[in-house]
């Protein structure tokens, strides 16, 4: 046990509901001090468990919070904090409640700059999140983006495709999944012909409100990515 460096702890959440945490025994015991990989799926957590997750000694290089009912701009601000002090390289934060203020708190800060894979799907964090995103000049080194929900709350418009397509920062983005938004044509053009997501190489959207029409009509006037 003491060369592990991967732990996965789940709780089934469906019929059940989230299960409360207490992370202090967990992060005192010695033979988890290697651990680089860690997954919390179904447990409540707060800003104050992120807190010990940044002060505990754990090398944390991946990182996966899921349902965990974090939520707002206190949970974003104390995972921003916890990026920058681990230097993370993946973060997975799908099913949590973050929204648009807890969107703009993460990407205030300038300590996500090893960060390679983002899951905020299912966060609803709107086109406000998305914009925050899209401004993060830590953001740099991101690869891998999922901005995805099922959700009928803060749903991304266009407003989010142009932000996108205008992001100076997600220049080596190479994978980007927007499905369950009712992104119409116009913010699909900005994407495709955006000369900024250069890299980009697999888009995986939902496009309920254009025909394939309308979207190749607004296509083709600047150079395609």
């Known amino acids: 046990m003491k ?6 702890l789940s709780y089934p959440t469906y019929g059940h ?5 207490d992370l202090a025994p967990l992060l005192e015991v010695p033979h988890l001090s290697r651990i680089r990989s860690l997954a919390l799926d179904g ?3 707060n800003s104050r468990s ?16 899921e349902n965990a009912r974090l939520k707002g701009a206190a949970s974003g601000k104390a995972l921003a904090r916890l990026a920058a002090k681990k230097t993370l390289r993946s973060l997975e934060l799908k099913y949590n409640e973050l929204g648009p203020k807890g969107a703009e708190a993460l990407f205030a800060g300038d300590g996500l700059n090893d960060l390679r894979a983002l899951d905020l799907s299912a966060n609803e964090v709107g086109d406000a999140g998305v914009e925050a995103l899209c401004q993060c000049e830590s953001l740099g080194e991101l690869r891998w983006l999922n901005l995805s929900s099922n959700s ?3 749903q991304l418009t266009d407003r989010s495709g142009i932000a996108l397509g205008g ?14 938004h009712p992104i119409a044509a116009e913010g699909f053009a900005a994407i495709f012909e955006s000369p900024d997501l250069r890299s980009l190489e697999k888009l995986d959207a939902y496009c309920p409100r254009t025909s394939m029409a309308d979207l190749l009509s607004r296509c083709g006037r600047n150079e395609p990515i």
């Open 50 to 65: 992120i807190g010990m997750l940044t002060k505990s000694p754990l090398p944390l290089g991946h990182l996966r919070l």
């Open 43 to 45: 447990y409540r957590l």
């Open 17 to 21: 509901g989230q299960c409360k945490l």
């Open 3 to 8: 060369q592990l460096e991967s732990l996965v």
């Open 167 to 180: 992001a100076r920062n997600l220049g080596r983005l190479e994978t980007l999944h927007i499905t369950g």
């Open 152 to 154: 009928a709350s803060h």
